[in-house]
């Protein structure tokens, strides 16, 4: 990434921006959509199409504080299997709807730290999975660990319960930057924790980073990228620090005055970029890097890339399915959330015991769906021939010409290329991509700003 003028890209693009894992975003989200369409759009799934199923936990054994998720410290193992069980009654709810005979294709587990799950309640929502639904043989199976509070005995269970792949996160390796966010997390955790999951069989790694923490500096991240990339994940995730205080109050227990500036947070992200880059890493997308042998890496290659509310990802399917407290459900023709808390999940769930416990969500429009597929494919390729994409559609020709006059400033920068009604991203503008899906999102006008993360 070219930072040769930080200064002035900084004044030009440090504006708050959604991150474009699905369109319309969550700020989109209101109590206009409940229950009952969550109901019809599980109904309207055809039968035998493959779907994918994301369970949330909202729960850690510590709280990190620059941390935006859903979640809090629950100490009771009781009250975590009795959350359980609540997974189990939604899958049941949901199957009742859905029906029988859908394959998975994707498979996650997220949180907060599913691993806080006893080991005896984590085995009874994974058997109601396999009864409720056919895993594909090449299904993706994954779940999120710390580090830090993995049992010994956990990496066995996993690989019994069929996971494949498992995410880590770490942020930055500093000593200084993890005090600053209440994570301490030393190299040496992080690499034992890796051994043990290939030693049990799940040979698939992922790694979370983080840029734009306070105290954090261009050296410092490139040698935690580097320290990182020595342990040979199959992806890492490169994420630019979402501060929201607004949303999440734990986040001002740091401190934010140490926070690095719109200007520094574009250098730390190069620095980044390079050592991956360096050892070996493709990029792909907007802040995720793959092994070029990894199924993502391939995807990415091939034009195949999707993204979703956990990210890039293989899966193809249309139909994502969140379970759990905050999960958000995503259909062709719009997208709910459940109650956020734990607590008020757990409520919905008891007192409607014929419903889900959706409380928002928002139904999409044929335009929103139209432009799902164009910033889906240029979060993905970075690259979208819109005369290909409007004749395929049966549009107007001149569909999205005020969208593509936005992006002028981005093509003065070098950061697009628009050659005729062909938009490509250059590597250069790679760190722009939610800016070139900006200029596409119809609703991001009727925004608060407030509502979202900064772009940079």
Known sequence: MNVADPAALAARYARNLPRYTSYPTAAQ??????????????RAVPAGDALSLYLHVPFCDTLCRFCGCNTAVLRSADARAAYAALLIEELRRITRQLGTGHSLSHLQWGGGTPTTLPVGTLRQVMQTIRNSFTLLPDAEISIEIDPRHLPAHYPAVLHELGFNRASLGV??????????????????????CIDALRGAGI???????????????VQGVRDTAAAIAALSPDRLAVFGYAHVPWKQKRQNLMPTGELPDAIARFEQRAAINDALCAA????????????????????????????NFQGYTTDPATVLIGVGASAISSYPQGM???????????????????????????????????????????????DIDLDAFTMRHGLPQD????????????????????????????EEGRAFLRHVAAAFDRHLDMDMPQRHASGV
């Open 171 to 192: 942020q930055d390796i500093n000593p200084a930057v993890q005090e600053a966010c209440g994570r301490i997390q030393s190299l040496e955790q992080t690499t034992a």
């Open 29 to 42: 989200f209101t109590d206009a959509v409940g229950p009952d369409d969550a109901r019809d759009w599980l």
């Open 280 to 307: 070996g890493y493709l990029p792909v997308g907007l802040d995720h890097y793959s092994r070029p042998d990894d199924r993502m890496g391939r995807a990415a290659r091939d034009g195949t890339l999707h993204r």
């Open 336 to 382: 709910t959330q459940n109650a956020v808390s734990s607590a008020a999940y757990a409520r919905l769930m008891g007192e409607t015991p014929d419903s889900l416990p959706v409380v928002r969500g928002v139904r999409r429009t044929m335009d929103d769906r139209l432009r799902a597929q164009v910033i889906e494919r240029l979060m993905c390729d970075m």
């Open 399 to 426: 569909s999205f010409e005020d969208d593509l006059r936005k992006l002028s400033g981005l093509e003065a920068d070098g950061f697009v290329i628009i050659s005729g009604r062909r938009l490509r991203v250059t």
């Open 203 to 217: 040979d698939s790694i992922n790694i979370d980073l983080i840029y734009g923490l306070p105290r954090q500096n």
